[in-house]
């Protein structure tokens, strides 16, 4: 079985309910997508807010692969990175706060995060549940069952 990578590259826009249709085609779990599509969607907000900086004539770059235990997503921006000190996952102490929420997000929704030495790239995986985790093609691997 040969692993590759699909390619996703489209214009810095907070449009993405179709990009991230075609991102979550493989999870044929519902309750699944729904929780990955809010993470996937807090990462690519914030590549086109903070990262490129809103500006549509930049591009997001997002990588997908399917290995038989993992799924997969890269989100590149075009943008100088996320600085180490500002990639703490935790929850703003005030519950009223507007914005702040977007990182905690992202690190519920998958099992593995991981940020690009420059910043500007995070890799975010989900695993797939074990007694499934042979079958080669990946189809239909359910919920995660946390």
Do not use: Y
């Not at 993405?16 to 996937?40: D, H, I, K, S």
């Not at 997002?62 to 996320?82: A, F, L, N, Y």
Request: aromatic fraction near 6%; include cysteine; charge should be positive.
């Amino acid at each position: 079985m040969t692993l590759r990578w699909s390619d996703f590259i489209t214009p810095s826009t907070l449009q993405l309910a179709p990009l991230l249709e075609l991102l979550l085609e493989p999870v044929p779990c519902r309750q699944l997508q729904a929780e990955l599509q809010l993470g996937l969607q807090e990462a690519l907000v914030n590549a086109v807010r903070h990262g490129n900086g809103g500006d549509p004539g930049k591009l997001l770059r997002i990588r997908r692969i399917e290995t038989p235990c993992w799924m997969v997503w890269q989100v590149q921006d075009e943008g100088s990175g996320v600085p180490p000190h500002s990639r703490q996952a935790a929850l703003l102490p005030c519950p009223e706060a507007v914005g702040g929420r977007g990182l905690f997000l992202i690190q519920h929704c998958f099992d593995d995060v991981r940020w690009s030495p420059r910043g500007n790239r995070l890799q975010l995986a989900v695993r797939k549940p074990r007694r499934l985790a042979a079958v080669i093609n990946g189809r239909g691997w359910g919920s995660r069952g946390r």
